[in-house]
């Protein structure tokens, strides 16, 4: 498999996006009770780990998809081939 080329880190960080609100993940930033802005991928009522920066998001993000990736393509394989 080819590596992708991206031109810029922003472009590459609007891709990990939009991968992940396929999978049902938005990327909301809030401010916790002490005052403190962390960044937080939401799905449903799932508790989800916070990050003190966006990039450190996006890259656990960009990591939770490969490692699901392939999960999730035997999944459907499966659901496939069960009917």
Do not use: C, Y
């Amino acid at each position: 498999m080819a590596a992708t080329a991206w031109h810029s880190a922003d472009e590459q960080f609007e891709q990990i996006v939009k991968r992940a609100a396929v999978e049902g993940f938005e990327l909301v930033q809030f401010e916790t009770p002490h005052g403190q802005l962390v960044w937080v991928w939401r799905r449903g009522d799932e508790a989800r780990p916070e990050f003190v920066s966006r990039r450190v998001a996006l890259n656990f993000m960009e990591d939770w998809l490969r490692r699901n990736a392939a999960h999730h393509h035997w999944s459907l394989i499966r659901k496939r081939t069960n009917r």
